[in-house]
């Protein structure tokens, strides 16, 4: 196995990343064996709260981990492993970045293979195991020049598991990570860090949201269309109160968080969703 075994934060996974030629996988002339597009999973054991334990273990450390992975992959015969395994501390590096793992049946040779320390079917895909792997899928296609939201099946986008027709794996990696949202993000990311220019597409509800009684009796007669629907607005709105937004219409991961955090200040109901209640205040707030 081509192994490194070691673990990052977000700005030592980039500095890492600039640094790895993955030039010859990149432009493979076979096709087949042609680095396309990440895959994402979740390890499902250990889960979130698993992983979070094992740190109070003296002298665990994600490399330890790192290291005991790679000896039962090789107990299993595989010649790799996954790229990457995430958690809420650090991105962990296993496999070489710049040739094939092994991860998922179909397209170990044309893929990266991300793991995420969790069990996103119970767990919510939340704090900083989102954070950091919508950084590191986010940066891996930035080094690829990968279009994460020009999806098409086995050739390029961000793929999930659960998409490889030969796994067993069907749910991999979770009904909590949702697909839309996630690309959503990871295309927010590549703008804001290092103005890409792919096009998001639409962020989604898993399901159709339960709208609060607050948010529909809200008296909202002197608010202008704009003031209720426009983005730009509330961008606007939040950098007058000392937020730094790009003002650009969309709802990324940092005008959710700033509107949190407004949402906290007020303390209104911080779900991260500029409703009616909430740009009412922003209208107001000094």
Same mark, same amino acid.
């Given at each position: 196995?081509?192994?490194?075994?070691?673990?990052?934060?977000?700005?030592?996974?980039?500095?890492?990343?600039?640094?790895?030629?993955?030039?010859?996988?990149?432009?493979?002339?076979?096709?087949?064996?042609? /680095?396309?597009?990440?895959?994402?999973?979740?390890?499902?054991?250990?889960?979130?709260?698993?992983?979070?334990?094992?740190?109070?273990?003296?002298?665990?450390?994600?490399?330890?981990?790192?290291?005991? /992975?790679?000896?039962?992959?090789?107990?299993?015969?595989?010649?790799?492993?996954?790229?990457?395994?995430?958690?809420?501390?650090?991105?962990?590096?296993?496999?070489?970045?710049?040739?094939?793992?092994?991860?998922?049946?179909?397209?170990?040779?044309?893929?990266?293979?991300?793991?995420?320390?969790?069990? +996103?079917?119970?767990?919510?895909?939340?704090?900083?195991?989102?954070?950091?792997?919508?950084?590191?899928?986010?940066?891996?296609? %930035?080094?690829?020049?990968?279009?994460?939201?020009? +999806?098409?099946?086995?050739?390029?986008?961000?793929? +999930?598991?659960?998409?490889?027709?030969?796994?067993?794996?069907?749910?991999?990696?979770?009904?909590?990570?949702?697909?839309? %949202?996630?690309?959503?993000?990871?295309?927010?990311?590549?703008?804001?860090? +290092?103005?890409?220019?792919?096009?998001?597409?639409?962020?989604?509800?898993?399901?159709?949201?339960?709208?609060?009684?607050?948010?529909?009796?809200?008296?909202?007669?002197?608010?202008?269309?704009?003031?209720?629907?426009?983005?730009?607005?509330?961008?606007?709105?939040?950098?007058?109160?000392?937020?730094?937004?790009?003002?650009?219409?969309?709802?990324?991961?940092?005008?959710?968080?700033?509107?949190?955090?407004?949402?906290?200040?007020?303390?209104?109901?911080?779900?991260?969703?500029?409703?009616?209640?909430?740009?009412?205040?922003?209208?107001?707030?000094?």
């Amino acid at each position: 196995m081509n192994v490194i075994c070691k673990a990052f934060t977000i700005e030592e996974f980039k500095a890492y990343v600039d640094k790895v030629d993955i030039k010859s996988w990149l432009e493979n002339t076979n096709i087949k064996e042609r /680095l396309q597009f990440p895959v994402v999973h979740n390890t499902s054991a250990p889960t979130q709260a698993q992983y979070k334990g094992w740190h109070s273990r003296l002298g665990w450390t994600p490399e330890q981990w790192g290291r005991n /992975l790679v000896s039962y992959y090789s107990g299993l015969g595989w010649n790799g492993c996954p790229h990457l395994f995430v958690g809420y501390d650090k991105i962990l590096v296993l496999n070489a970045l710049n040739v094939h793992g092994t991860h998922t049946p179909s397209w170990n040779k044309i893929s990266w293979g991300i793991e995420t320390a969790a069990e +996103f079917e119970n767990e919510p895909f939340d704090d900083g195991v989102k954070t950091n792997l919508i950084a590191a899928v986010a940066i891996l296609c %930035n080094k690829a020049g990968f279009n994460p939201a020009d +999806f098409h099946l086995g050739k390029s986008g961000i793929h +999930f598991h659960k998409e490889d027709k030969g796994t067993t794996h069907q749910s991999c990696p979770g009904k909590n990570l949702n697909k839309a %949202n996630f690309v959503y993000d990871v295309v927010d990311y590549m703008h804001d860090h +290092f103005g890409s220019t792919f096009i998001a597409p639409a962020f989604q509800e898993i399901s159709h949201p339960n709208i609060s009684e607050a948010v529909q009796i809200a008296d909202t007669a002197g608010m202008s269309m704009e003031e209720l629907t426009s983005v730009k607005w509330v961008q606007v709105q939040l950098n007058r109160l000392g937020e730094k937004l790009v003002v650009d219409g969309s709802v990324g991961i940092k005008t959710k968080e700033a509107v949190q955090r407004f949402q906290k200040k007020m303390w209104l109901t911080a779900d991260g969703i500029a409703g009616p209640v909430t740009r009412k205040a922003l209208k107001v707030a000094k």
